[in-house]
Nanobody
């Protein structure tokens, strides 16, 4: 069974940091890209950051300079370091993997609040 397992969400104060991790398991030969999306209540799911197998990286404008995505192709893992967190970063964060098919993780809650 192919799946993505996320970890690292939680509650943090504004200005704080969190690190999200996502690991792919199952029969996956090659992953073309992995990324993180988020969905806040009442809003559409949006791209936060993505990284391709070749190392190309994309960030949403709202997180540039604050979030850093990295990946380990051999381990089929992707990470999201989130610094200088703001209340508007509060959302459920979903890991995504593109390996010909599109796979989503179950989501992890990130809450930024004092």
């Amino acid at each position: 069974q192919v799946q993505l397992v996320e970890s690292g969400g939680g509650l943090v104060q504004p200005g704080g940091s969190l690190r999200l991790s996502c690991a792919a398991s199952g029969n996956i030969n090659s992953i073309y890209a992995m990324g993180w999306y988020r969905q806040a209540p009442g809003k559409q799911r949006e791209l936060v950051a993505a990284i391709t197998s070749g190392g190309s990286i994309t960030y949403a404008d709202s997180v540039k300079g604050r979030f850093t995505i990295s990946g380990d192709n051999a381990k089929k893992q992707v990470y999201l370091q989130m610094d200088s967190l703001k209340p508007e970063d509060t959302a459920v964060y979903y890991c995504n993997a593109n390996f010909g098919s599109n796979l989503w993780g179950q989501g992890t809650q990130v809450t930024v609040s004092s």
